[in-house]
């Protein structure tokens, strides 16, 4: 048969079910896949031969009701996965392995997938451009000198170079959107508490949430509904009834209230990110969905307020890696004070750094009000922008990011305008809602661009309709050339 | 009792020095399992057998609060008559060291589970109210042990994540020996609500101690110095008394106080600077984001308010009423569940008030000759009991009473059999002893005239010789009676 790793992860499942391949002929796929993509550096971590052996054992006891019935998945590694090395895309893990799976991967296998390796991303998922990552920045597969988004790059990387059938990565500013947006592909960050943070390398706990990346919108339901749940061992998340977004997924959007911020529109924005944005509008407005115009007050704030709160909790979270349990210890150092040191000197990179100086600076005694509890009341603000103009409205409308993806290089001394990448996803996070980056069109370079739709929260359902009608009738096509094979 | 005045005050060239304490409590919650974790939290398991990946921080790992700490938290703070919080927030101590594996503690910070209360005190000069300023919950660090290795520092993480309960109480304490009746207080209160073995030597109850001085009759507070972390009674008076000699000094001297950390080095019976204020931790307190507020139902805190059980202040008044105690017997006799459980066991086989008089002397002694709880003591409250009615009884005497108890120790054996084995039984028949007594007068005829003559002092004699002929037996009181009236006649 023609290529099967080019198909969505939907028609794969199809192909699996009706036997046209086997789990084992479409490992073998994407193994050679891999083997050959060595210059995107999307992995850091792979597991062929786990994966053929499960493959295998599928093929030899078939369960085809299974949402996921013997696929191989790579995921980002920010993942605990049980005797898999798992870095975070940091020296100072750089020999750790779990001893447990994560609820969300094991969620993944236990719908029949398996791992096949763990991908690149930033160094603890700080980074918009996947160049903060201890083993090397992944390069886009668009063009062998752009940056793939970030955190999730790996994920990215990997998805649209027919390396994996579909992927998971995590959000806490925009790090599965903005790197779905520069891929041309589906990223979705669900409601906050829907999918469980158990066994994820923790970054900033109040906005992280793992969520799926694909080449398709039925694809993300397909994922959501298997990665999702509640889950006892996480107090932040949400006890309700799990659903079946993929089944429940529905084309029909008219009558639908589509919110459009006017805050979004922002200074030096490109002509055709805006170009795209209406073309966006349009198409949903010929769907038969009604346009609103709405204002977000406070969308201004969100991004140094949420360059205090993540940075704060990051701070926090990542003061046990410090050497004396498990990880990288340096070895130098007469004494704990100097062993810390030089560990965490050696073992972080520039940006945790950087983030951990910001996190413990807003923290301080003295600096705690002007800061993180004025960050915190802002974030309060933000949240009632959006509970205000969903009493009205069923979704909004942004674009996913103000650019089509950047250069390798090109951000990396200015901090500030790497930040500004996620001037559109912050708000998401810091509102707990859901959120859908779709491809879109491309910029003038060819550049892949992305719609963003944001839902109520846990109202993932709606904007996975919107996004399958739209899909339908956007009629993007990713092309990209196997450049690197 | 006599009412005595209290008079704790330090000495100086210029006058007298009154010492404010104030007490923050580290009260281990007794629980299975650690305040976010599953792990066992039973004392003297081998290093590091009682550890999850949650208490030693993996990656990814998560806390979950375990509901029996926020009850045990609740009770402690009804017993404690202090309000409590519908609502508190965990948050984030952050702080390096080698056996605090988060790098930050999990405590409570401005919204502590439990509010201002207060506890009672029974002291030679009336009973004493201490305020108590708030509990609140967090978790205790691991063990760093310097001792094992010359070069390398080990690090055991059983302790790691267990719950404890911080009490802080107002500066109000004034006294070595109101920090002691305070401390013993705490202790009896938690140990009646089951939330605290209050075992001192296994560290279930260590208190950092607050001390300033200030001249008698004055209204403000001196500056204040804290000792770290003392976990002995005799301890904390012992730093009392060396840290408040220590800043009268320094006043009468003119010098300053500085505000600072101590540590009391139990060796060398002295407090040692540890840190200045100037060189405090920066804590960077936050709210944990990992854990949501603790919202507390008024229906549960009314339910446990319900099934408590009674505490030592209302047994006290119950046992004065009830028993006919004075305050000072009910005080002893309420001051620990297990003692109070006995007596009344006691008290419902026998004579209310002797069972007091006698627990409080022979038992309580043979007890803390044995250094027993009264929970192992070889005598029952059955038996103890029958031993009592005995007494009442007249079947034997005080003496004989105190035989047959130390019998009773070494073997275990109810007081009837050993009384009638050993024919200890009183002689009560005035028959019998009439008979006795005239034997004895019709051999001692000159002591008889004597005693007839006006040497009164001869009537011990008599009931010396009483004594001698019934081998001890003779019920003293009968033989009172039945000498004088025979020595009249």
């Known amino acids: 048969m023609a290529d099967i790793t080019n198909q ?76 898999t090395k ?12 779990p001893s447990y799976e994560s609820t969300v991967t094991k969620n993944l296998w236990d719908h029949g997938s398996f791992l096949l390796g763990k991908l690149n991303c930033d160094e603890f998922a700080m980074g918009s451009s996947n160049e903060t990552s201890h083993y090397g920045n992944v390069i886009n597969p668009v063009g062998d000198q752009l940056v793939p988004g970030g955190s999730s790059g ?21 790090s599965i959107r903005q790197p779905a947006s520069f891929t041309g592909t589906v990223g979705l960050k669900p409601t906050y508490g829907l999918c469980s943070r158990w066994g994820i390398v923790a970054f900033a706990s109040s906005l992280d949430q793992a969520g799926p990346m694909t080449k398709t919108i039925q694809d993300c339901a397909i994922m959501l509904e298997a990665m999702s749940g509640f889950d006892k061992k996480d107090s932040t998340s949400i006890n309700k009834k799990e659903e079946q977004y993929s089944k429940n997924l529905k084309d029909n959007i008219k009558g639908l209230k589509i919110g459009i911020p006017k805050e979004y529109r922002v200074d030096n924005m490109p002509k055709e990110v805006d170009e795209l944005w209406e073309k966006g509008k349009k198409i949903l407005k010929d769907l038969g969905a009604q346009l609103i115009d709405i204002s977000l007050p406070h969308t201004k ?61 807003v923290l301080s005694s003295g600096y705690y009000d002007a800061y993180y509890l004025k960050a915190q009341k802002v974030r309060q603000l933000i949240k009632k922008d959006f509970d205000d103009s969903f009493k009205k409205i069923d979704a909004i409308l942004t674009p996913s990011t103000p650019s089509s993806a950047f250069k390798i290089g090109e951000k990396t001394n200015d901090p500030v305008s790497m930040y500004l990448n996620d001037i559109f996803t912050v708000p998401v996070n810091l509102a707990g809602l859901p959120a859908l980056s779709m491809p879109a069109g491309v910029d003038n370079k060819g550049h892949p661009l992305g719609l963003q739709l944001i839902g109520k929260a846990l109202d993932e359902q709606k904007i996975l309709n919107i996004g399958y009608a739209f899909e339908k009738n956007c009629c993007f096509r990713n092309k990209i050339k196997k450049w690197w094979s | 009792m006599s009412k005595e005045k209290f008079d704790y005050f330090i000495k100086g060239e210029k006058g007298k020095y009154e010492v404010v304490i104030g007490l923050e409590v ?53 017993g404690l008559n202090a309000k409590i919080n519908n609502y508190s927030v965990f948050d984030r101590k952050n702080y390096f060291y080698a056996d605090l594996p988060q790098g930050y503690q999990i405590s409570q910070y401005k919204n502590p589970i439990v509010g201002e209360g207060k506890v009672l005190l029974d002291m030679p000069y009336g009973s004493k109210e201490i ?49 002691n009746a305070y401390i013993k207080k705490l202790r009896s209160i938690m140990r009646y609500l089951g939330t605290c073995d209050g075992n001192m030597q296994e560290g279930s109850l260590r208190a950092d101690v607050n001390v300033s001085v200030r001249k008698e009759g004055d209204t403000n507070f001196g500056t204040r110095c804290e000792i770290k972390n003392v976990n002995s009674i005799k301890f904390m008076q012992m730093a009392i008394e060396y840290e408040a000699a220590r800043q009268v000094e320094l006043i009468e001297n003119g010098k300053k106080i500085d505000q600072e950390t101590r540590l009391f080095d139990t060796k060398k019976n002295e407090t040692r600077s540890m840190r200045s204020k100037e060189d405090a931790h920066d804590y960077r307190y936050f709210p944990d984001p990992d854990l949501l507020p603790l919202k507390l139902e008024q229906k549960l805190i ?54 007091a008089t006698w627990m409080m002397g022979d038992l309580f002694a043979m007890l803390n000759d044995r250094g027993l709880d009264i929970s192992k003591s070889p005598i029952s409250a059955k038996h103890f009991a029958e031993l009592v009615q005995a007494i009442k009884s007249g079947e034997i005497s005080g003496r004989i009473a105190k035989e047959v108890f130390e019998i009773m120790v070494e073997s275990g054996d109810n007081p009837k059999k050993i009384i009638e084995s050993k024919g200890m039984k009183q002689q009560s028949d005035p028959k019998e002893l009439e008979k006795m007594i005239n034997e004895i007068l019709s051999k001692n005829k000159d002591k008889v005239d004597q005693y007839k003559a006006g040497k009164e002092k001869l009537f011990g ?10 081998g001890g037996k003779a019920n003293p009181q009968l033989t009172n009676e039945i000498l004088k009236k025979l020595l009249k006649g």
Do not use: W
């Open chain 1, 8 to 83: 969505s992860l939907n028609e794969i499942i199809e192909n699996v079910k009706t036997k046209k391949v086997s789990s084992t002929e479409l490992t073998k796929a994407y193994v050679k896949n891999i083997e050959s993509a060595k210059k995107l550096n999307a992995f850091v971590t792979t597991t062929f031969d786990q994966a053929l052996d499960k493959a295998k054992q599928f093929d030899n006891k078939p369960n085809f009701d299974q949402l996921l019935p013997g696929i191989p998945l790579a995921v980002k590694d920010l993942f605990c996965t049980e005797n």
């Open chain 1, 86 to 97: 798992t870095t975070a895309g940091s020296n100072i893990l750089n020999n750790f392995i």
């Open chain 1, 154 to 174: 790996g994920s990215s990387s990997a998805l649209a170079a027919d390396l994996t059938p579909a992927t998971i990565g995590t959000d806490t500013g925009g």
């Open chain 1, 301 to 361: 704030y969100a991004l140094p307020t949420y360059y205090i709160v993540a940075p704060a909790e990051a701070s926090s979270n990542l003061a046990r890696y410090d050497g004396v349990r498990y990880g990288y210890r340096s070895k130098q150092g007469k004494d704990l004070i100097e062993m810390y040191e030089k560990t965490r000197s050696e073992g972080f990179g520039d940006e945790v750094k950087r983030r951990i100086l910001i996190g413990t600076y």
């Open chain 2, 26 to 78: 580290h009260a281990q919650v007794l629980s299975k399992s650690k305040l976010f974790s599953g792990s066992s939290t039973k004392f003297g398991a081998d290093p590091n057998n009682q550890v999850s990946l949650i208490d030693s921080a993996f990656p990814g790992m998560l806390p979950v609060i375990n509901e029996e700490c926020v009850k045990q938290a609740v009770r402690t703070g009804l």
């Open chain 2, 131 to 179: 305020g108590i300023e708030r509990l609140h919950l967090e978790q205790d660090a691991g063990k760093s042990i310097h001792d094992m290795d010359p070069s390398n520092t080990y690090v055991d993480l059983n302790r790691s994540g267990i719950a404890l309960m911080e009490i802080v109480s107002k500066p109000d304490l004034r006294s070595p020996d109101e920090v």
């Open chain 2, 302 to 355: 009314d339910d446990l308010k319900k099934s408590l059980p009674e505490l030592p202040d209302k047994k006290k008044e119950r046992f004065v009423k009830e028993y006919g105690l004075n305050a000072y017997e009910a005080n002893v006799l309420v001051s620990e569940k297990e003692i109070s459980d006995y007596y009344e066991e006691v008290a419902k086989l026998s004579d209310k008030k002797l069972a």
């Open chain 2, 461 to 470: 004699f008599f009931v010396g010789q009483v004594m001698k002929l019934s």
